[in-house]
């Protein structure tokens, strides 16, 4: 018999993004499950937030993802957990900064 219900994977997601951000009601996550074995987690947030669900060094992220491991061991399900692009952020300014040696004027 299964402690965990349908979708605890999703459930602990949102409830740990939530808790490490400045603007909780503006966390979605979604789940999108294939049948295939694996499955997708996405995690959309405030622009400010990203980071804080990244954590330095990708901690929290990385936390994140070995707990949903742990949850959905059960069901022998892998996640993929995504974090998609920023709103308004701009890789090519960081691409250029990075260019010139890092300055992100």
């Not at 996550?29 to 990244?54: C, F, N």
Request: hydrophobic fraction near 35%.
């Amino acid at each position: 018999m299964s402690v965990l219900t349908e979708g605890a994977e999703l459930r602990l997601v949102e409830f740990i993004s939530k808790s490490v951000v400045d603007h909780p009601e503006a966390v979605s996550v979604t789940l999108s499950d294939p049948g295939d074995g694996s499955g997708l987690i996405e995690i959309k947030a405030h622009p400010d937030d990203y980071g804080k669900i990244i954590g330095k060094r990708g901690r929290i992220i990385h936390s994140i993802r070995a707990l949903v491991t742990i949850v959905s061991r059960e069901s022998r399900k892998r996640w993929n957990i995504q974090l998609p692009e920023r709103p308004g952020h701009d890789h090519e300014a960081e691409d250029d900064a990075d260019a010139r040696g890092g300055d992100r004027t």
